[in-house]
């Protein structure tokens, strides 16, 4: 059985510019959850989507959203990006989600905000 | 508030030797407790997860364990390997009407020398 996939891996950006990220969960899952990794912060929870609906929602700005697709794909938009976006951006997929079930990681995308 | 401290925050180890990683937490209601290792620019991948009712839990080399009563887990690697060098993450999860809450812990940065 494949494994969660992102796309694009790596991304570089400017400030103010907009940003779309993949991810592809393992078939049959239906929860995707999205979180960010910094060096400073460590990993923190973004958005959970379940069934095509948000589910639950981490304490970040609106300029982060997100969506799911009825394959259960997934995609996190960021707009006006700034300095502080630049992290290690996850998806992690489950059968169930909403925290109860392990979760498998995706590889991520690194994105650069210049 | 709901938090989750690991320690000690980095560990050196030599090839063959054990080692035992700490993982308090505040969170409750307490839904489980997931161990989590993430190798450099990789995603984490879920070594154990527990619920309130389990107290130790295996998977081949590596051990956790659960005290609810007092809130701490531990995660044993028994027979260190160099591919044991690692981040290794406690995620603690919390379900609420509404929703529920994740909440990762900094993360144990563990090297295993030869």
């Known amino acids: 059985k494949a494994g969660v996939t992102q796309t694009p891996r790596y991304l570089i950006k400017t400030r103010g510019q907009q940003v779309t990220l993949s991810c592809s969960p393992i078939?049959?899952?239906?929860?995707v959850s999205w979180y960010q990794q910094t060096p400073g912060q460590g990993l923190q929870f973004l958005f959970e989507y379940f069934s095509e609906t948000q589910r639950n929602k981490g304490n970040f700005p609106g300029r982060f959203s997100g969506r799911q697709f009825s394959n259960s794909r997934s995609e996190m938009n960021v707009s006006t990006l700034e300095l502080g976006d630049s992290a290690l951006y996850l998806c992690?997929?489950?059968?169930?989600?909403?925290?109860?079930?392990?979760?498998?990681f995706g590889p991520g995308t690194r994105l650069t905000v210049l | 508030k709901n938090q989750v401290e690991q320690s000690p925050q980095s560990l050196i180890i030599l090839e063959g030797k054990n080692c035992t990683l700490q993982c308090n937490y505040t969170v409750s209601p307490f839904s489980n407790l997931r161990w989590y290792k993430q190798d450099t620019g990789r995603g984490p991948v879920s070594l154990t997860i527990?619920?309130?009712?389990?107290n130790t839990k295996s998977n081949g080399r590596y051990t956790a364990t659960l005290d609810a009563d007092t809130k701490q887990s531990s995660l044993h690697i028994t027979a260190s390997q160099l591919s044991d060098s690692a981040s290794y993450i406690c995620?603690?999860?919390?379900?609420?009407?509404?929703?529920?809450?994740?909440?990762f812990g900094a993360g144990t940065r563990l090297f295993v020398k030869a």
């Open positions: 992690a997929s489950s059968l169930q989600g909403g925290g109860a079930d392990t979760q498998y």
């Open positions: 078939s049959g899952h239906r929860s």
């Open positions: 527990m619920t309130f009712s389990e």
């Open positions: 995620v603690v999860s919390t379900v609420y009407t509404g929703g529920f809450k994740t909440i």
